[in-house]
C-alpha cells in the first residue's frame, strides 16, 4: 500500500451544499427499514420493465465534475488501488463474491450490464468515485441488495490475499444512505496493510446501491486517508434527485 495522504472534508462539504436544506438534513437520519422481501412469503414480485430512457437520458442521470465542483475531475486512468488491492481473494464465499464484486466493478451481477458510467478524481485525496446507471429487473437488483445487506454479518472481519501475496485485514460494516428509492444497501470497506516502508496504512471504500423503480444507480468511492462517508451520501442524494428530474422530462417529451 501507498502512504495515507492528507484529507480534506471540504468535498463532502461542497457536495451538501448543492442539496437543499432538508435533503441535507435528511442525510443524517438513519434510513427506515427496508420494506419486507416478498420472496420470503412466497409472494413473486411483478417483472420489472425496461428503462424508458433513452442512452443520452442514462448518461444525464450521472454526476459530473461541474455538478460536484473542486476537486472532483475527469478521471485520467483507472486508480492503482484497483489491482494492488481489489484484486483479492479469500476461502470464505460470501467474502469471496464481495472481492470480485468490487473488482468487477458488477455491483448488480455480472448480466446487470451499466448503460451509463462516470468515472471522477478527487485531486485532493488521490480518490476515485464511480458512478453507474443500470436498468435491470426490480426482483434480481432487489436480491442484490438484499444479500449485500448481510455482508456486515457474514463478512465483518476476514483476511483476503492480494495477486502480489500480501495478506490484509479487511473489515465490512454497514454504511447508512439517504432514504431514496425503493430498496438501497450501503457497505463501508476497510482493508489493513503497511507501506513500503511498513507504517500502518488503510484503504477505504464506500459502497452505495439503490433501486429506483425500474432503474438501480451503483456508487463506489475508495482511497487511501480518510474517505468521507458523506460524500457517498451525497452523491446517492443527488443522483436520485437527477433521475426523478430526467424522468419527468422524457414523461413530457413523449
Not at 149 to 173: M, N, Y
Not at 237 to 246: D, M
Amino acid at each position: 500500500m501507498t502512504p495515507p495522504p492528507a484529507r480534506t472534508l471540504a468535498a463532502a462539504l461542497t457536495l451538501c451544499a448543492l442539496l437543499t436544506a432538508t435533503a441535507c438534513s435528511a442525510l443524517t437520519t438513519p434510513p427506515t427499514a427496508e420494506k419486507p422481501d416478498l420472496s420470503a412469503t412466497g409472494k413473486s414480485p411483478a417483472p420489472a420493465a425496461t428503462s424508458a430512457l433513452t442512452q443520452a437520458q442514462a448518461q444525464s442521470t450521472l454526476l459530473t465534475d461541474a455538478d460536484l465542483g473542486e476537486p472532483w475531475t475527469p478521471t485520467q486512468s483507472t486508480a492503482t488501488w484497483h489491482d494492488t488491492v481489489l484484486k483479492a481473494t479469500t476461502k470464505l464465499p460470501d467474502c469471496r463474491r464481495l472481492l470480485g464484486t468490487l473488482y468487477s466493478e458488477e455491483l448488480f451481477g455480472a448480466d446487470a450490464r451499466p448503460r451509463a458510467v462516470v468515472r471522477l478524481d478527487d485531486d485532493w485525496n488521490e480518490a476515485q468515485l464511480r458512478q453507474q446507471f443500470v436498468a435491470h429487473p426490480a426482483a434480481d437488483v432487489d436480491r442484490t441488495l438484499a444479500w449485500l445487506r448481510t455482508l456486515p454479518k457474514k463478512c465483518g472481519r476476514f483476511t483476503a490475499k492480494t495477486a502480489q501475496g500480501d495478506v490484509h485485514a479487511v473489515e465490512v460494516t454497514a454504511a447508512p444512505l439517504p432514504e431514496v428509492g425503493e430498496a438501497r444497501a450501503g457497505l463501508r470497506i476497510i482493508v489493513w496493510g503497511e507501506t513500503a516502508d511498513g507504517e500502518p496504512a488503510a484503504f477505504t471504500l464506500n459502497v452505495a446501491a439503490v433501486r429506483i423503480g425500474d432503474d438501480a444507480i451503483g456508487l463506489t468511492h475508495g482511497g487511501f486517508g480518510e474517505v468521507s462517508p458523506e460524500v457517498a451520501q451525497a452523491v446517492v442524494q443527488l443522483g436520485a434527485q437527477r433521475l426523478t428530474e430526467v424522468r419527468k422530462q422524457a414523461r413530457v417529451q413523449v
